[in-house]
């Protein structure tokens, strides 16, 4: 069983939908949990940070972590079809250089 | 403009061949990191280094080697040793070692023939 799961997709929604992508993990000791976008071919790039549960807000994008269940999700509301791209999600334990990230979630937005 | 580079974005090489990767960023970071991306696979940490002229392997680093001679240049060596060298490669920085947001650079494909 891998660390961190993640539906790879494609997930292909209009636009203006509210999309939901989600990771279950097994490891408890995680405490930090980030959520990275990357174009194709390009570097990822750092949506979202969380530290514990609870919830985060940034604009569009709403990051929740639910610890008693190991489950994360990235909310991205009105989407956009500049939104299209795989999302990655990411977690690390406490004080380390480690983390270990979800295969990715392909997300296409249609006009 | 701050922001970590990685150069060349895509690099061709015969088997048997070593090839260095280059990294370098200017956001005054300590930490630095080298990861392979694969079709269907998450990232997965090859080396890291924490501070100048020290650094830990990761998870996948056997047939590549690094050095950390600048706080701003952390080169990634892919040896002949490395059986399976086509990827994708990223760089990324943290600002101290065990701080998890980790920036990324914008990657090299390399394709070894």
């Known amino acids: 069983q891998k660390e961190v799961e993640q539906d790879p997709g494609p997930l292909s929604v209009p636009e203006g939908a509210i999309v939901s992508l989600n990771c279950t993990y097994s490891n408890s000791a995680f405490q930090y949990f980030m959520w990275y976008r990357q174009y194709s071919r390009k570097g990822p790039e750092l949506l979202m940070y969380t530290y514990s549960s609870g919830n985060k807000e940034d604009g569009r994008f709403t990051a929740q972590v639910d610890k008693s269940s190991k489950y994360i999700s990235l909310f991205i509301r009105d989407s956009q079809p500049s939104d299209s791209a795989t999302y990655l999600c990411?977690?690390?334990?406490?004080?380390?250089?480690?983390?270990?990230f979800g295969t990715g979630t392909r997300l296409q937005v249609f006009p | 403009d701050g922001g970590i580079t990685q150069s060349p974005k895509y690099l061709f090489r015969k088997e048997g061949q070593n090839v260095t990767l280059s990294c370098e960023q200017n956001l005054n970071h300590d930490a630095m990191y080298w990861y392979r991306q694969d079709p269907g696979q998450g990232l997965r940490l090859i080396y890291y280094?924490?501070?100048?002229?020290?650094?830990q392997k990761g998870d996948i680093a056997e047939g590549y080697s690094v050095s950390r001679e600048k706080k701003e240049s952390f080169p990634l060596t892919v040896t002949s040793a490395q059986k399976n060298p086509t990827a994708f490669y990223l760089c990324a920085s943290s600002i101290a070692s065990g701080q998890s947001e980790q920036y990324f650079g914008p990657g090299t494909r390399l394709t070894v023939t």
């Open positions: 280094s924490q501070i100048v002229n020290d650094f």
């Open positions: 990411a977690m690390s334990g406490y004080n380390t250089d480690k983390l270990i």
